[in-house]
């Protein structure tokens, strides 16, 4: 019996094929699935592909896919859901179980941190996400937006504050910091001048912004001012983020799980990481913190193992 | 004998046809000619109608151009100067001078404001931009590196964050905002949930993120701190570019005169004004501080008539 699991994000989409012990069989990885970057026929191209080559990764032949579950970044709507459940319905080169979830990848990401069926997930990839459950049910999200309104503290926030960093360090209007040379670097270009027509050019956009954030980690440990500064501001919004969640569902002063997933939180001993947790252990003193070790779209896999038990079907 | 001065900025253009003796003849507004987002065929045609409509407005038969300059917003390398030029010279359906100039706007902002030949000029209207020049004639350029790389203290800027603290405000994480129904109200909406589909939807972009800065001026007048909050930052911000140029040629301590031109300026008794008078006059207290009360493009058409009477032709 197999379960098919998804993580979709803004820069990529993991998907997972395991059996009902948890054990992962095919995996793939492919392009973004974020909802408000990738519509309608490229949405269905991308997950389909996915799907296949997770199937065809796992050997087998003739797979039946038990029960489903995508998580995908940027859901919110009712009619958003409606609008992926329709796509993934459509997708008939590959054989699916009637009945796929459509979840918001906040959700999966609780569920791979926790098996306690409450607490909080606090997403930090390109975009940002928190997402809170209570002991007894009541769900919120805070944060999750898309990067017009919100998406603070994710890698494109920093990306961005990075560029501003480099422009004002450039014409003077703070001291230099040496993330303008970085960033010059990391376009193979000599000047701000060059930089303007590869940043103004089609084809520059939410991903080149959002991988700058790697780059401000280096720089803050070559112990660059602006570098800290940066990723301690994107640090505190996630706490608020968390802090926020766990305030509307009164949970502040509760023992809960925190899972913290994407790519802010990937390194061990990552500068985001380490401010995190000294305000979380501030703010919220008995929340337990977890980075998932398992694989980002084990969330999905999880809902949709715990879904069949729940179901039997 | 014609002069043409055209003045182009991220949301609107302005084109005006005057006399040797400064007096305007014919104008037009057409649409956004900021060469970061408007290129090639588009910023030809938009010029191309624009020109024509001012010489249009004229009444006047068979006008020849003497001289003519073109204030475009986001001009910034020689490659851009040589690109405006060569679309300015293939406009043949209209009589123009052999010999048009290609300036940033903010050159032409400042000589719309003052006749002293050196001073400081700053641009708040969609994006931002500041233009030094000294007395012994070097200049410096703060800012102005377009929506990603700066444009702090413009619309756009104060848009961002009118929807950045409306999406906190909805979902708790800081106090409740005028702010969040007033954004509603402005894209003719009921919630976040309608909100977000008509954010990231085709056809959504800085010209509208801008307009909500005069919400925000809105807002501040009814008491509301976060509107007071984003519209102090973003005087900041304009008082740090000047300030920056007036650092980079030694012109702190010197009086000169301080053009400030662009939307954000235009209220008389506006927030951005007054909170932008105080901080100049703490930083920079010999500045003297212009708001001009002529058309936009009249800066440009200046430029044009020295250049004519410069150069004899």
Redesign the interface.
Known sequence: MYFLGVDGGGTKTQIILADENENVIGVSFTGPTYI?SVFGDTLKKTLEEGIFFAIQNSHLKDVKIARSCFGIAGL??P?DFAEVLKIVKSITSVRLDPHPLILNDAVCALRRGTNKGYGISIVAGTGSNCYARSKFGAE????G??H???D?GGGYFVG?NV??A???SF???IEKTILEEMVYEEFGVLS??D???K??RDG?GKME?ARLSILCEEANEKGDAKAHEILQSAAKELV??VK?GA??LDMILDEFDLVCVGGSFKREHGPIRKFFEKEIKENLKRANIIYPVNEPAMGAVLIAIDRYKVLKR
Chains 1, 2 share one sequence.
């Open positions: 408000r919110d709507s009619s919120t999200f805070v944060g937006l898309g017009t309104l919100s603070e961005l560029l501003h480099a422009s004002k014409d003077g209007r701000m001048r930089l303007l027509s940043v103004y520059f912004i608020l983020m926020t305030k509307k």
